[in-house]
């Protein structure tokens, strides 16, 4: 894993100057790659490189450039299937000098051009100079687990793997993307291609880039389809997913340096786990993290999995918290991001670290085999009751109801029926939208200042959402909902945040459940293979009935999460009140202070829950600390 940065300028540069940009900007990366550092500079191109060493050890540097310099490359990310490929282009003629997937890479595209990349199956984002083309190529792959940030001003192009090496090369104004601010107030992280700046842009997942002759030129070339005419039974589709997991699990065990694997206690990770077992000579190394906090400490469950499978087990005791690492996690993440289980997966990179440089996880399989039953079910079900009712009947009705039931985090959770009245006044995917968003539409109305309102102009956050729930080919509310959160939450929130921290602490992680066969697989499988009754995840389940105790496969969904919550009305409270009302000049320009401050106090008093919104906002005046 490594981090990558760049520039281009079109009329040309001083070449001593270009290094010394460059070098500036790769060095805002060392802890994405703090083995190596590598530069390429010509006259008008300039590409950097942070190497954390992961595989061909002795002769895996960057840039890598072959036939003279035509053709350079800056990688960041590892291609599974590289020795595959190489074979094929040695049966082709091409002749390799380094063992690296790095050389694959750029090999591939002397061969292929562009389309390279369908051809790649592994986590990416790259650049090639092509001299030959007078041009810059950028990727990035299929789920976005590797990010990737661009510059243009039609003078220059320049790109980094993560936005604070293109400010430390100078390139942007800093001027604040109302667009992304309102995404950012809306979801508590902004997607993809926007930023919190408005002359920043984030490449999409799945998406190629070519710079030439000036002009920027952006292409798709993925998506995932979903078809729900498998008819594979349960124990069929169950052995065809056997087979993919375990080649994607294979694929990810190449390494040269110390691997292992995060082990929860969750049924994802455990099966992950139970494949490494198969398949190594030696006990799987595996590292497990408890909490002082009851709801985030898995390790007994994690134990009885370890001593199942017979692994090298590690286990680290911890009392989280955000006091300690909210400053620094705002500095990685270069732009505002709210996600509050940043701080557990803080610590679980720091210390699985301490062991290993590679860990495999199991991220990937609530999203594609239908883990988010607590948003899954109940719209599955809105839905049917959709079908039933007649649309002016229905929203009429339960517009009434959604509008007058009481909104009380103190009432039992059977009884708090007031967003399910509201949703089913709505549309599927307006209701769907309602649950994905953290701020509705009603407490803008009551926060959002006149003039950022008006610098909004037209733009809706639903916009970027939907157009993922709706552009799914499948009418079904279930796939639906998966599609918008493989392309959108997934991406810009999940993938974010694992990246993010891991590269904090110089940690590659692997996650064999997206690859992207697998992805594929999931979207042909009609929904009682994914759902059933209250349990979600059907298949991963029966899959592991032979594998793991009983106790993995039973357990419900636990999140990730924190005590955000009480952190507000006490030990945060302070650093909370200081970055909200005082220090953040982004929040006062755009809020309504007085009616901020009533959020806060029905917070502060127990009356209702606000403690999303207002640890989106603590981290958006930490962001403005660093950045702005």
Same mark, same amino acid.
């Given at each position: 894993?490594?981090?990558?940065?760049?520039?281009?300028?079109?009329?040309?540069?001083?070449?001593?100057?270009?290094?010394?940009? $460059?070098?500036?900007?790769?060095?805002?990366?060392?802890?994405?790659?703090?083995?190596?550092?590598?530069?390429?500079?010509?006259?008008?191109?300039?590409?950097?490189?942070?190497?954390?060493?992961?595989?061909?050890?002795?002769?895996?540097?960057?840039?890598?450039?072959?036939?003279?310099?035509?053709?350079?490359?800056?990688?960041?990310?590892?291609?599974?299937?590289?020795?595959?490929?190489?074979?094929?282009?040695?049966?082709?003629?091409?002749?390799?000098?380094?063992?690296?997937?790095?050389?694959?890479?750029?090999?591939?595209?002397?061969?292929?051009?562009?389309?390279?990349?369908?051809?790649?199956?592994?986590?990416?984002?790259?650049?090639?100079?092509?001299?030959?083309?007078?041009?810059?190529?950028?990727?990035?792959?299929?789920?976005?687990?590797?990010?990737?940030?661009?510059?243009?001003?039609?003078?220059?192009?320049?790109?980094?793997?993560?936005?604070?090496?293109? =400010?430390?090369?100078?390139?942007?104004?800093?001027?604040?993307?109302?667009?992304?601010?309102?995404?950012?107030?809306?979801?508590?992280?902004?997607?993809?291609?926007?930023?919190?700046?408005?002359?920043?842009?984030?490449?999409?997942?799945?998406?190629?880039?070519?710079?030439?002759?000036?002009?920027?030129?952006?292409?798709?070339?993925?998506?995932?389809?979903?078809?729900?005419?498998?008819?594979?039974?349960?124990?069929?589709?169950?052995?065809?997913?056997?087979?993919?997991?375990?080649?994607?699990?294979?694929?990810?065990?190449?390494?040269?340096?110390?691997?292992?694997?995060?082990?929860?206690?969750?049924?994802?990770?455990?099966?992950?786990?139970?494949?490494?077992?198969?398949?190594?000579?030696?006990?799987?190394?595996?590292?497990?993290?408890?909490?002082?906090?009851? &709801?985030?400490?898995?390790?007994?469950?994690?134990?009885?999995?370890?001593?199942?499978?017979?692994?090298?087990?590690?286990?680290?005791?911890?009392?989280?918290?955000?006091?300690?690492?909210?400053?620094?996690?705002?500095?990685?993440?270069?732009?505002?991001?709210?996600?509050?289980?940043?701080?557990?997966?803080?610590?679980?990179?720091?210390?699985?670290?301490?062991?290993?440089?590679?860990?495999?996880?199991?991220?990937?399989?609530?999203?594609?085999?239908?883990?988010?039953?607590?948003?899954?079910?109940?719209?599955?079900?809105?839905?049917?009751?959709?079908?039933?009712?007649?649309?002016?009947?229905?929203?009429?009705?339960?517009?009434?109801?959604?509008?007058?039931?009481? &909104?009380?985090?103190?009432?039992?959770?059977?009884?708090?029926?007031?967003?399910?009245?509201?949703?089913?006044?709505?549309?599927?995917?307006?209701?769907?939208?309602?649950?994905?968003?953290?701020?509705?539409?009603?407490?803008?109305?009551?926060?959002?200042?006149?003039?950022?309102?008006?610098?909004?102009?037209?733009?809706?956050?639903?916009?970027?959402?939907?157009?993922?729930?709706?552009?799914?080919?499948?009418?079904?509310?279930?796939?639906?909902?998966?599609?918008?959160?493989?392309?959108?939450?997934?991406?810009?929130?999940?993938?974010?945040? $694992?990246?993010?921290?891991?590269?904090?602490?110089?940690?590659?992680?692997?996650?064999?459940?997206?690859?992207?066969?697998?992805?594929?697989?999931?979207?042909?499988?009609?929904?009682?293979?994914?759902?059933?009754?209250?349990?979600?995840?059907?298949?991963?389940?029966?899959?592991?009935?032979?594998?793991?105790?009983?106790?993995?496969?039973?357990?419900?969904?636990?999140?990730?999460?924190?005590?955000?919550?009480?952190?507000?009305?006490?030990?945060?409270?302070?650093?909370?009140?200081?970055?909200?009302?005082?220090?953040?000049?982004?929040?006062?320009?755009?809020?309504?202070?007085?009616?901020?401050?009533?959020?806060?106090? &029905?917070?502060?008093?127990?009356?209702?829950?606000?403690? $999303?919104?207002?640890?989106? =906002?603590?981290?958006?005046?930490?962001?403005?600390?660093?950045?702005?």
């Amino acid at each position: 894993m490594c981090g990558v940065a760049g520039f281009y300028n079109f009329q040309g540069h001083n070449q001593d100057e270009a290094r010394v940009q $460059v070098l500036s900007m790769v060095r805002e990366l060392v802890h994405r790659g703090p083995d190596e550092e590598g530069v390429y500079v010509d006259g008008k191109y300039a590409l950097g490189h942070r190497r954390l060493s992961i595989i061909d050890l002795s002769s895996g540097q960057q840039p890598l450039a072959i036939d003279g310099g035509a053709l350079c490359i800056v990688f960041n990310g590892e291609i599974y299937n590289f020795i595959e490929i190489r074979k094929k282009l040695e049966g082709l003629g091409h002749v390799f000098r380094t063992k690296s997937d790095t050389e694959v890479i750029l090999r591939a595209y002397k061969q292929w051009g562009k389309k390279c990349v369908a051809r790649l199956n592994g986590m990416f984002a790259f650049a090639v100079i092509d001299q030959n083309n007078q041009s810059l190529f950028l990727a990035r792959d299929r789920l976005g687990k590797k990010p990737l940030y661009y510059y243009h001003d039609g003078k220059t192009f320049a790109f980094a793997s993560e936005m604070k090496a293109i =400010l430390k090369g100078g390139f942007s104004r800093k001027q604040i993307d109302c667009s992304g601010l309102d995404c950012f107030y809306s979801f508590g992280y902004i997607p993809s291609p926007l930023t919190i700046f408005s002359d920043i842009k984030k490449l999409e997942p799945a998406t190629t880039l070519e710079v030439k002759n000036g002009v920027v030129r952006k292409q798709k070339y993925w998506s995932v389809q979903f078809d729900e005419k498998n008819s594979l039974t349960l124990r069929e589709a169950s052995q065809r997913l056997e087979d993919l997991l375990e080649d994607a699990v294979t694929q990810r065990l190449i390494s040269d340096v110390p691997l292992g694997a995060f082990l929860s206690g969750g049924l994802d990770s455990t099966l992950v786990v139970s494949y490494m077992a198969g398949i190594l000579p030696k006990p799987v190394l595996t590292n497990s993290i408890g909490f002082g906090l009851r &709801e985030l400490n898995e390790l007994p469950i994690a134990g009885i999995v370890a001593d199942h499978l017979r692994t090298d087990h590690r286990e680290f005791i911890l009392e989280p918290s955000a006091l300690d690492v909210i400053n620094d996690i705002a500095w990685h993440f270069d732009e505002p991001f709210a996600d509050s289980s940043a701080i557990p997966t803080w610590y679980v990179c720091k210390m699985a670290r301490k062991n290993v440089t590679v860990a495999l996880s199991g991220d990937g399989g609530d999203e594609t085999f239908g883990g988010y039953t607590f948003r899954y079910i109940p719209h599955m079900f809105e839905s049917a009751v959709r079908r039933l009712i007649p649309d002016r009947v229905r929203i009429s009705l339960f517009g009434i109801l959604g509008s007058v039931y009481p &909104e009380r985090a103190s009432l039992p959770r059977p009884f708090r029926l007031k967003t399910i009245f509201q949703n089913l006044a709505l549309n599927d995917a307006e209701a769907f939208y309602r649950d994905l968003v953290w701020l509705q539409a009603e407490t803008k109305k009551k926060i959002y200042s006149m003039s950022f309102c008006n610098s909004i102009g037209s733009f809706f956050p639903s916009q970027m959402a939907l157009k993922h729930y709706m552009g799914c080919a499948s009418k079904n509310p279930l796939s639906r909902s998966q599609n918008a959160d493989l392309c959108f939450y997934m991406p810009e929130d999940v993938l974010v945040k $694992v990246d993010r921290m891991s590269m904090a602490h110089s940690l590659e992680v692997r996650s064999p459940l997206l690859d992207y066969r697998i992805t594929e697989f999931a979207a042909t499988l009609p929904a009682r293979l994914k759902i059933r009754k209250s349990q979600g995840k059907v298949l991963l389940r029966h899959l592991a009935g032979s594998k793991l105790p009983k106790v993995v496969i039973n357990q419900p969904k636990r999140g990730f999460s924190i005590p955000v919550a009480k952190w507000l009305r006490n030990e945060l409270k302070p650093l909370a009140r200081e970055m909200i009302f005082e220090k953040s000049h982004i929040i006062q320009e755009t809020l309504i202070k007085e009616n901020l401050g009533r959020l806060w106090d &029905e917070h502060q008093t127990g009356l209702k829950d606000h403690s $999303v919104f207002l640890w989106g =906002l603590t981290m958006l005046g930490l962001w403005e600390k660093h950045y702005y």
